[in-house]
């Protein structure tokens, strides 16, 4: 009678009260959410319900993901863990606000579920969406619970900005790339895009022409330096021929050619290009995006065309390395695992503070695709939703063990000359200091006659020549 009591009261609870409540199955599917969520993130309740919330943030207010990463549960609430985290909900207006979101997890006699085919116990998390003055906080965010909240703030901080989702820039160096990338996206010129293997030159190509005018045509990678000269010019050619096919089957139109070490183009495809772009933007809004680790443009040795080099440098981006910009290595690495969740059974939610230590020592040669690698091998291998040293792969630990080794010291190549002349004058002086200035003995030590010690102390300007040959 009390569990049915309890099940009542907790059911007619939660369909009087105008506080913005939810509730969250063992799936993650959202199967409750009230009118007062519906008030305060703009969407209606046929839109969340049957959702599946992911541990993650998206600063998109346009998309359902924004609401229903904000309802996910971290996997503690499952637990029987009561806790809190704050959230942003941007309603539709665009405007993000702050609320603290309390999860509660349902006792087995609350959770019970009228299902198909019978009745279940189902463990479910009762979510209370509360302004952060009147909220009483249950169990504070743990440090990797704080990470996720400082992305989910910094994303919607550089959405507002710059309109760029999953784009991270915090320091000086990144805030002006995302500045430039502001620029590049309203004009139709090249784009160039400078920087070190793996820092994100092909990422900000594409965030750039996705959340561009452009973002319904084809993103077209291509890389100069693992194809051959011919197959290299049939694959840029195609890029640019209108082929008639099949009125049934739609054509999907080019839209952003993107060459990958442009350094490797040969010069024929250079010229091609240029008589793509003969006056700069073509009218068809096809555009010319490519990416250098070199800032001449020598091709195998050669300066590019002077009218290639006009034409991809309009735009000029370059992308600073990953250890010039530490303060956002933490960030970037919970972006990374928090964007593995979607449409993942397994969800994680952060770094202990052990692996984000370890993380901060290393310095990330391969720049922030080799994080990207770190972090896929951890997800296959996590056992846990909270990655632990032991989580770290065999690569990144052979990578730190190598930083540790310092390298070989190299060997100062100086002109013979000059180095003979020096060893024969410390040897010299060595043995007239060991002979007491005796330079008969010191003859007797260096193993020459004593006329020759003579003929080189002159030579090198060390006193004691011919006049003193009679010296015992």
């Known amino acids: 009678m009390a569990g049915r009591s309890s099940r009542r009261g907790l059911s007619q609870w939660l369909a009087e009260t105008d506080q913005p409540v939810f509730v969250v199955d063992r799936r993650r599917v959202v199967i409750f959410f009230n009118q007062g969520c519906e008030t305060l993130t703009g969407w209606a309740a046929s839109d969340v319900i049957g959702q599946k919330c992911e541990f993650r943030s998206d600063s998109d207010e346009r998309n359902v993901d924004a609401v229903t990463g904000a309802l996910c549960p971290p996997p503690e609430a499952f637990a029987g863990e009561a806790l809190s985290k704050p959230v942003q909900f941007a309603a539709r207006d665009g405007v993000p606000r702050p609320w603290v979101v309390h999860f509660v997890p349902l006792t087995a006699a609350e959770a019970k579920a009228e299902v198909a085919g019978g009745t ?51 320091t000086p160096e990144m805030r002006r790339v995302s500045t430039q990338m502001e620029i590049a996206r309203s004009t139709d010129c ?41 197959e290299l010019g049939n694959l840029i050619r195609r890029f640019f021929v209108t082929e008639e096919g099949d009125p049934h089957i739609p054509i999907v139109q080019p839209g952003t050619l993107f060459l990958r070490n442009v350094e490797k183009l040969p010069r024929e495809l250079q010229q091609f290009l240029v008589e793509q772009f003969p006056s700069g933007p073509r009218s068809d809004g096809r555009r010319l995006f490519v990416s250098s680790r070199q800032a001449d443009l020598d091709v195998e040795g050669e300066p590019f065309l002077a009218e290639f080099r006009s034409l991809v440098t309009p735009v000029v981006i370059r992308i600073p390395p990953l250890r010039q910009r530490p303060e956002e290595l933490s960030l970037l690495a919970q972006l990374l695992l928090e964007e593995g969740n979607r449409r993942a059974d397994f969800q994680m939610t952060g770094f202990s503070p052990e692996v984000l230590h370890e993380f901060r020592r290393y310095n990330w040669p391969g720049n922030v695709g080799e994080l990207a690698e770190v972090i896929r091998a951890i997800r296959e291998a996590a056992a846990s939703p909270v990655v632990r040293p032991t989580d ?31 060893t024969e004058r410390e040897q010299i002086e060595a043995a007239l200091t060991r002979a007491g200035g005796n330079k008969s003995i010191a003859a007797d030590l260096l193993r020459i006659p004593r006329a020759k010690l003579y003929r080189r102390m002159e030579a090198l300007g060390l006193g004691g020549g011919a006049e003193n040959a009679s010296e015992e």
Not at 192 to 206: I, Q, S
Not at 413 to 421: A, G, K, M, Q
């Open 120 to 170: 279940h116990d189902v463990p479910r998390v009762l979510g209370m969406i509360l302004p952060p003055a009147a909220a009483v906080r249950l169990s504070g965010p743990n440090g990797h619970s704080q990470l996720h909240v400082e992305l989910a703030s910094l994303k919607a901080e550089l959405r507002k900005r710059y309109d760029f989702a999953a784009w991270i820039a915090v």
């Open 392 to 422: 770290l792969p065999f690569r990144f630990r052979t990578g730190m063990d190598a930083q540790r080794i310092p390298p070989a010291e190299e060997t100062q190549i100086v002109p013979l000359d000059e180095l003979l002349e020096r």
């Open 190 to 230: 090249a784009v160039l895009f400078l920087g070190e293997r793996g820092v994100g030159k092909e990422h900000a190509a594409r965030t750039i022409h996705y959340e561009g005018p452009h973002r319904l045509k084809t993103f077209v990678p291509v890389d100069c330096r693992l194809l051959g000269a011919e």
